[in-house]
């Protein structure tokens, strides 16, 4: 394992997160999604965000 390829990895793996942030504060603001509907949707970012990371840690 590369310096190089660590760093990488963890830039992907910084960015996927910021993204699945900005779509967790948009679920959030948004008042026309019903709570129970708000957790599903939280609990798929969870699990999107779990395998993204794996993949692109999966490359060192």
């Known amino acids: ?3 190089s390829r660590m760093e990488e990895a963890l830039a992907s793996v910084a ?3 910021h993204i699945i942030r900005k779509f967790r504060e948009m679920i959030d603001i ?3 999604i019903p709570p129970d509907l708000r ?3 939280h609990a798929t ?4 965000l779990l395998a993204a990371k794996r ?3 999966s490359h060192l």
């Open 15 to 17: 960015k996927i997160e």
């Open 55 to 57: 993949r692109a840690l």
């Open 39 to 41: 957790e599903a949707l």
């Open 1 to 3: 394992m590369t310096t």
């Open 45 to 48: 970012l969870d699990k999107h």
């Open 30 to 32: 948004d008042s026309s």
